[in-house]
């Protein structure tokens, strides 16, 4: 079955970057894309980019352009998130998430990974 | 891009039916048919329930149902249980290959 499976919690302190991962398994990696999605502690949801798993084109939204890269390695079917200058409003849980293109709905998640950005 | 709007909550007895309301604007829900929902329960990672606006995955239950009019879709459970009583959030298509999320709805089962 399909599984995505993100790395730990991580514990920064402003203006460091953190890098998160995402594990694909039970199907093939570069047929899809890997969108991540964050939420704030008691707060919605917030889509933040994509990368086409394939190709490793990439797409974010517009708050997070500059300070967000996405990269992935098909030969282990893991995706990475980096997060750069990290402010402390950046705490939040961080999902990945697959979908058959860029245009279609979020199929299956990830467990979330939780960064935390205090001094 | 802004958030689509959800009410914060909504409740209802078990058995009954309730809708939760999804409003974005012409970039978004009112252009493309692709507005999908999600279930989150405490803790956990959502879980999709519909996409392409009223399409079920494979094994969910047809208590969930969803439909769109203009700028607004809209999510319906029927026959509520208390194992629906969670977050759910609403996401947009909007074109240029980006994404938009509701601010999510409480359902509380009473």
């Known amino acids: 079955q399909v599984q995505l499976v993100q790395s730990g919690a991580e514990v920064k302190k402003p203006g460091a970057s953190v890098r998160v991962s995402c594990k694909a398994s039970?199907?093939?990696?570069?047929?899809?894309?890997l969108h991540w999605v964050r939420q704030a502690p008691g707060l919605g949801l917030e889509w933040v980019g994509w990368?086409?798993?394939?190709?490793?084109?990439?797409n974010c939204a517009q708050r997070f352009q500059g300070w967000v890269t996405m990269t992935r390695d098909t030969s282990i079917s893991t995706a990475y998130m980096e997060l750069r200058r990290l402010k402390s409003d950046d705490t939040a849980v961080y999902y990945c998430?697959?979908?058959?293109?860029?245009?279609?709905?979020?199929?299956?998640w990830g467990q979330g990974t939780l960064v935390t950005v205090s001094s | 891009q802004s958030a689509l709007t959800q009410p914060a909550s909504v409740s209802g007895s078990p058995g009954q039916s309730i809708t939760i309301s999804c409003t974005g604007t012409s970039s978004d829900v009112g252009s493309y048919s692709v507005v999908s929902w999600y279930q989150q329960h405490p803790g956990k990672a959502p879980k999709l329930i519909i996409y392409?606006?009223?399409e079920r995955p494979s094994g969910l239950s047809n208590r969930f149902s969803g439909s769109k009019s203009g700028n607004t879709a809209s999510l319906t459970i029927s026959g509520l249980q208390a194992e629906d009583e969670a977050d759910y959030y609403c996401c947009s298509y909007a074109g240029r290959s980006t994404w938009v999320f509701g601010g999510g709805t409480k359902v509380t089962v009473l």
């Open positions: 392409e606006v009223d």
């Open positions: 990368i086409n798993s394939k190709s490793g084109g990439t």
């Open positions: 039970g199907y093939t990696f570069s047929g899809y894309y």
């Open positions: 998430a697959s979908g058959k293109r860029a245009d279609t709905e979020f199929d299956y």
